[in-house]
């Protein structure tokens, strides 16, 4: 075959061919890169012999597939053949580049032992930047930034007439003001176009999120200016940890990372799920959503079929209430905890629950009896019935992972877990049916007592469906609404619901059973709000066609209370209702004074704005805007006050309401003298300008030669008339009355 091609006969010895390879060698280089990126190469090593060299591999194995799969025939450890032992280095293959990149990111730096620290650097890395000439050798001392003071971020709590903030989005403007009760609002700061879909406080009110296509910023300080940015394209949900420490930004759309971006890196691609550290604003780590979609049926498989839409419930990552642990749940297997800061799997594995639904974490750390504080985090989850087993509700501690108490259900439909905001009480709401019947349902409450010895359990059962319930902030009151079965053949299908109210009785010692104080029937109302420092509760009708009625309680009426709920630790009293036509939001403000009602265009398009009340209902403020959207109050941290100190402020409340008053007052007519002040300025100007402009006549009717008052020619050829001026009465009806 090679004679068809080269006539070697031709062709003596000593001629040379002139045949070029460099475009083949161009085609088939070995790039080394592009075939070493699976490659870490791992320093810092004990220095063996060949005896104790496999024992060192097989260690190294474990710690390296933490990140990663690899195998002791993947690990080359050069020896030195002069002393027989090894170079305190090893060359390691994983089986992708991002398992590789991982071992770098979470493993450089792992001590080994008192001696030895691991240090992993990628293998082509170690080509790029470790070759002669890569680096320059000379040192430079690095450039100083000198020190800017930075802005306080929580400088609005200095306000002296201690007002709260807002903040309004309405259009395409989003503002933050201070709340001037009856007056409108003090604007902060307003700009056009902050955000490209909403805006969302963080817990404590440092900072304001706003949201964009590129990714997430945050704002504060007194003048606003951006204090950091998290890079997740298409970003759609944000939730911060209880102390600000931490974010979680989510897309429904799978990252895709481009070359070059510098914060998303290969090990990104694909995922949903990104928590950031707040304060540095690098990426801790990035996870995939877990897909539960059920298959669709057969019939449903064709090319014409649509696609299921997912409804996600958020949060799926649940923080503890110290940010030291977050934990999200795969549904029917294991609830899955990582520790901060590093965003470690606890104990490196799952805790697996078999069946598990949901779960939720103790809102705060709970106090056992005698003071002592418990040392361990509690949540609560549960498991529905399945392969003869029942349903079960149980309470485990971590990190201890020790299961401190559990119950069973039975016919169990759904179950919802509420936990008092302190941490004392877990209400688990108990969709059942009836054993012979599945379509007729009811309602238990499950309330485990978790401060008490032995966390007693203590059953109220309802007959109907409970739709809401809502715990008091800072007590041990509860308010729920039932709804009953829809008539069949009813021209409105939307059932009548009823509001219950419900309290402990009195004791002596502890708290007694959760007792009925009243129930409220043939009501449209489907929310409740309370007051963030309890006692007061709002029951509303939102988004609803039915209705829109407010209704404003109080559990501590002073006024005379019921013979037959004197053994109550509660006092009911409906203090007024109101109506907000449309209502789609109810916020109180983080004092509990003011509540504010919206209606925002994403939820209804007409009469959108907001009204704003005081805690007894009263309306002081009505404001309409148009393409009105969002209303969110500034949360306040925690105060730095003692138990004590705010016990001798309530103490002394009536001392400081006087002078509250006054400032109120003061502040009425101050606001009265500065219209005064106005009008008169305004008179002034008015009178000075319309003086100016009698001057500049008369000047010009003097050079035309005219008189400078023209009313004087006027009054001139009037001189001769007389005016006679004659008043007529005329009767236009009469009639007698006669008065009895």
Not at 339 to 361: A, Q, T
Not at 676 to 704: G, H
Request: net charge negative.
């Amino acid at each position: 075959m090679a004679s068809e091609y080269l006539d070697t006969e031709n062709i003596s010895d000593e001629e040379e061919i002139d045949f070029s390879v460099s475009d083949l060698r161009e085609q088939y280089e070995v790039q080394l890169e592009e075939g070493l990126d699976a490659f870490v190469v791992v320093d810092g090593l004990p220095i063996v012999n060949e005896a104790a060299k496999t024992k060192l591999i097989k260690f190294l194995v474990k710690r390296l597939s933490t990140v990663g799969r690899t195998k002791a025939d993947a690990i080359f450890m050069p020896m030195n053949e002069a002393t027989g032992k090894s170079e305190g280095y090893a060359f390691v293959e994983y089986e992708t580049p991002e398992q590789a990149i991982a071992a770098t990111k979470k493993l450089n730096g792992l001590a080994l032992d008192v001696n030895h620290t691991l240090l992993i650097n990628k293998l082509t890395d170690i080509e790029r930047f470790g070759r002669e000439g890569r680096i320059d050798e000379t040192y430079h001392a690095p450039h100083v930034e000198p020190f800017v003071e930075q802005e306080h971020l929580r400088s609005w709590l200095g306000d002296p007439q201690a007002r709260d903030q807002m903040v309004l989005y309405r259009g395409d403007t989003v503002g933050v003001f201070w709340n001037k009760k009856k007056d409108a609002p003090e604007v902060v700061v307003d700009r056009n176009l902050w955000t490209e879909s909403f805006v969302q406080w963080s817990p404590l009110g440092t900072f304001l999120t706003s949201m964009h296509q590129q990714g997430v910023q945050l704002w504060g300080g007194p003048s606003w200016q951006r204090i950091m940015r998290f890079n997740h394209p298409f970003v759609n949900l944000v939730d911060f940890s209880p102390d600000e420490k931490y974010l979680v930004t989510w897309s429904n759309k799978p990252i895709t990372v481009v070359e070059g971006n510098p914060n998303l890196g290969p090990e990104e691609e694909g995922k949903q799920f990104l928590i950031w550290d707040v304060k540095t604003g690098t990426l801790i780590r990035s996870f995939a959503s877990i897909d539960t979609a059920a298959p669709p049926p057969e019939e449903e498989k064709g090319d014409k079929a649509a696609p299921a839409r997912k409804k996600i419930q958020w949060p799926v990552f649940k923080w503890a209430s110290d940010s030291k642990y977050v934990a999200r749940v795969r549904p029917g297997q294991s609830v899955d905890v990582y520790e901060l800061p590093g965003m470690n799997l606890l104990d490196k594995k799952p805790i697996k629950i078999d069946g598990v639904v949901d779960f939720e974490w103790s809102p705060a750390v709970p106090t056992a009896e005698g003071g002592k504080k418990a040392q361990e985090h509690i949540f609560c989850y549960w498991t529905p019935e399945m392969d003869n087993q029942t349903a079960r509700v149980g309470l485990m501690s971590v990190p201890s992972k020790e299961i401190i108490r559990t119950r069973n259900l039975f016919n169990v439909t759904d179950c919802r877990l509420h936990w008092q905001n302190e941490g004392k009480y877990l209400c688990v709401k108990v969709d059942r049916h009836a054993k012979t019947n599945k379509k007729t349902t009811f309602t238990n409450l499950e309330f485990f007592r978790v401060a008490e010895k032995n966390i007693p359990v203590e059953v109220v059962e309802i007959k109907e469906m409970v739709i809401n319930f809502a715990w008091e902030p800072l007590g041990d009151r509860f308010v729920l609404i039932t709804a009953g079965e829809v008539v069949q053949g009813a021209a409105v299908q939307t059932p009548k619901t009823a509001v219950s109210f419900y309290c402990p009785e009195k004791t002596k010692t502890g708290v007694g059973k959760f007792r009925l104080i009243r129930t409220i029937d043939k009501r449209n109302s489907n929310a409740i709000y309370w007051s963030p420092k309890g006692r007061f509760v709002v029951v509303a009708t939102v988004h609803s066609s039915q209705g829109s009625d407010l209704e404003f309680y109080d559990f501590d009426f002073e006024g005379e209370k019921k013979e037959t709920e004197k053994d109550l630790s509660a006092n009911l009293q409906l203090v007024s209702t109101v109506q907000h036509y449309g209502v789609t939001d109810v916020d109180w403000d983080p004092t509990g004074r003011y509540v504010a009602t919206s209606v925002s265009m994403w939820k209804h398009m007409m009469e959108n704005g907001y009204h704003l009340w005081d805690f007894k209902g009263v309306q002081l403020r009505e404001e309409l805007i148009e393409r009105f959207k969002q209303f969110l109050w500034r949360p306040r941290p925690p105060t730095l006050l003692s138990k004590e100190e705010q016990k001798n402020i309530r103490k002394k409340l009536r001392e400081y309401s006087k002078i509250f008053d006054e400032e109120d007052l003061y502040e009425a007519e101050s606001a009265n003298k500065e219209v005064i002040d106005k009008r008169k300025r305004q008179l002034d100007e008015w009178l000075a300008w319309r003086e100016k402009v009698e001057k500049q006549l008369r000047e010009e009717r003097k050079e035309l030669g005219l008189s400078e008052d023209p009313r004087a020619e006027e009054l001139a050829a009037q001189e001769g008339d007389t005016v006679i001026e004659e008043i007529r009465e005329e009767v236009i009806s009469e009639h007698e009355e006669e008065v009895l």
